[in-house]
């Protein structure tokens, strides 16, 4: 079975985040980057797969030079091969033409099955994946926890609203998203870090950015909600006014 | 047809909470941009009623009677092809997120999902949308024409009397499908194993999240949850990790509180997260970053080390309780 999972690098979540001077996206320069975590889960979902019933992870990822590290990474966590779309103006595609360019670098390869992570925790539109498929002509099922290998083809568990879930079947080729927290996590070993040195990452050129359907027009700090009333001092002072305020406002001490 | 087209959905003859919120977005939007607001619901056998919308669409298949996304795509495209709206709005929900994005590339259109408030721009409606777990919001507006899809999140538009009022006239619109075009085969939904905890009548909750770093943390925020007579809760996260239970986790793929107090240590305050406990009466946040989103929808909150506080806290809870 040959699996090629779909990645993205997006600023940590501890990031501290400034809006840029042109107010369109986010200041870059000081941000350090990291594998999209439902991402991460994909790839670990890809991994197991391949331990279970033989066959090739190639793993791809669009952006900059800087993504290059989330490829090694994934690499040294077990993935054959990498694809590096060199593309510089994320920012000026949208959804459809990320899409594009990933169905565009990925043709040629033919998988099995194509896994990504449901949802992206920089612009969260969780579509990239479906819209994919779509392209593609392959069907697809979204918010998956397991995925099983059958005879025929797929059955995979689907997470529905409030704790309910379903399983779905479906033929190859196919694509799922993935959802966090299905299996755990693997850590790159040293052997694997060594490997990925001599593992192959082909470049792949993205055609130039079309017309966009919709368009960011800016990004800028939420309105507060709620006035929020901050509570100050050493840990043992702001305590004893949480405990006032239990008390007096919320009234449940 | 002009206007907006809200797609409804239903489960068992019930319409859910937050399409009624997509019919108030809808009207909304109708307002904006001029013309109608009406509504499609698929598979509802016809026996569902609506109203304060301008028309209802039944989309009536035997194929439609399981949700695939195959199926729902096709009865769609070709209902939006004949209506032709200017908006398709729907509710932000687990399926509409598996086809919606789908059904916008038949159209070389993208998704606005899950859209949060929207205001008049200078060319048309802007759709305001959060970036990097509610870190920040973006203004999204479409440059394409043709019909433009977004979905809305849960609870960020009030419907009120939604669906009542005035019963719309029912159109039914029996789509072409074939049995070779659905790829998938859904089974029965299930549930893995009975709730033993119900969240939603808690009336103090402690919950936690990435903040704590790892498991054996847990125990410090059950004293705390102890001291306050709370029911202990997480962000999805922990739950993922396996510290706590998965029915412990309060968002939008868990459960949905309203307690007197929602004390969040250690939670960003990700949309998802948000959505499930924005509804609590009091919100107090202990964060150790000041511009973590969920001091945004607190009262009262703490910028520091909750590994300082938190201790504090339940020995100030104790003693107050003598």
Redesign the interface.
Known sequence: MKILVAVKQV?E??A??H?AADGKW?DEDDLSYTINEPDAYALEEALQLKEKNGGEVVVVCAGPERVTSTLREALAKGADRAIHIEADDLGER???GV?RMLAEAVKGESPDLILTG?QS???????TG??L???LGI?????IMQVEKTDLGLRVKR?????????????FPALLTI???GNKLRYATLMGIKKAKTKETATFSASAAG????????????????R?????GT??E???K??E???F????? | MSGVLVVLEQREGELNRMSLEAVAAGHLLAAKVGGECSAAMLSSGGGLKVGGVAKLYSVEHELLKDYTADGYCAVLEQLVKKLEPGYVLFPHTYQVRDFAPALATRFGQVLISDVVAMHDGDVGPVFVRQLLQGKLNADYRQTASGPCFVSVQAGSFRAEGEGSGAEAAVDVFVPELKPEQIRSKPGEPFRESAQTVDLSVAPVIVSVGRGIGEEGNIAMMQELADALGAELAASRPICDNGWLPMERQVGSSGQTVSPKLYLAVGISGAIQHLVGMKGSKAVIAINKDEHAPIFEVADFGVVGDLFEIVPELTKAVLAAKG
């Open positions: 600023p979540r501890d501290q985040i809006v986010i949208d959804t459809l899409a449901l925790d920089d612009l969260g539109l969780g579509q479906v819209v498929a779509e392209l069907p697809h099922a979204t918010i997470e529905l609203e409030d704790g309910w879930f379903q399983h779905v079947e479906m033929p959802q966090s927290g017309a966009k359907a919709v368009s960011l027009e800016k990004v800028y700090l939420p309105e507060k909600q709620k929020t009333e901050m509570l100050t840990p043992a702001i305590a004893a949480l405990v305020k239990l008390k406002d919320v009234r449940v001490l």
